[in-house]
């Protein structure tokens, strides 16, 4: 966003090339204001230009030199040197001269490794962009402009069917499957929970996508986690050996990202799948499981991005569970020749992944609901 300097008495603005014939993300500033900011990919070029303008009309402008800078940059709130750069690139655009009134000036970063995707988080955000530098014998006029990177990734082949069983010993008993560990962001997730013994009466159940950010390492780990979207599977009392089908599209979540493991040694972002339920007398039940989230193809794009930082201190959180856990237990993936003979009182798992694959469901119908 351009700045005018009055102290300065200069103005400059930095445009980038293509600007209006790429996809763009929306950013939000501290103050509630959007700017739409193009969108990049690893190795592309990003170039543009930058237009000074004197502060007054027919006065000149001297000035000690101007720099152009292109950083990719992690700001972290839990450590004391705040800013890391892991790319830092700049160029000349002029040495000591004197401004006569509007100039323009082309800069060019040739196949920019851009090794990580823009993220903004609670205690740590990665941000790409331009910075203009115009150095004069006081104060120098800086200027900055972000870039948002998405990074693309591809697999040879879908992943195999995930199933496990968890429950409390003779009370529940489930087992859950989804038909894959690692989505797109333009994929659903689709699935099904079988109940093999309720002897407990279950009043509702939902699926949540989990957002888990770790930050620091050793003792100064911290993990902030947020629920980003929530569907409600089951509302009332399931029966020994019924099956209830799900799906989450994940391409309508807002502000969803992609799994970004120990980015510079600094933080994690990680995404799990939790199953939550609830007994007629208040006590909350879950299971989760990690998936992988990747950006398979340029067509899917934030809508928005904020890429505000909040201010509020680092804090380690500490889920509180009022009820007894389910048992955890190992994930096994899933062959037709091991499934136990108890599981035949209820549809086989593929049957139901098949009706659900093509039923004509409109998405419409389907609650979601985005957890704040």
Sequence with gaps: MGLFDFVNNVSAEIYFDDELNRKSATKVFDDGNREKVPIYYDGETVSGKIVI???????????????VHFFGQIEALCYRNSCY???SKQTTLSESDVLNGRTEYSFQFENVNKPYESYAGFNVRLRYFVRIVINKTWNNY??????????????PEKAKIVSAEVGLENILQLEYEYDNFRYSLNETIVGAIHFQLVLMKVI?????????ETTGYGNATNTETSVINSIEIMDGAPNKGESIPFRMRLSTIKNISITQEEVCELFSVNFFLNIQMEDDKGRTFYKQQEIKLYRGSREIYAPIMDLTLSEQPCSSVHQKVSAVQASEESLNEYKD??????TSNYTDSNDILNQIENCSINEDDIRESVVE
Excluded: A, C, W
């Design 85 to 87: 750069h892991f790319i």
């Design 204 to 212: 509702r159940m939902e699926l949540q996508l989990v957002l888990r």
């Design 53 to 67: 303008i004197p502060g007054v009309s027919g006065s000149n402008f001297k000035h000690n030199g101007i720099k």
């Design 337 to 342: 020749s091991n499934r136990n003979e108890s």
């Design 142 to 155: 800086i200027n900055e402009r972000d870039i948002i990177v998405h990074s693309l990734s591809t697999y």
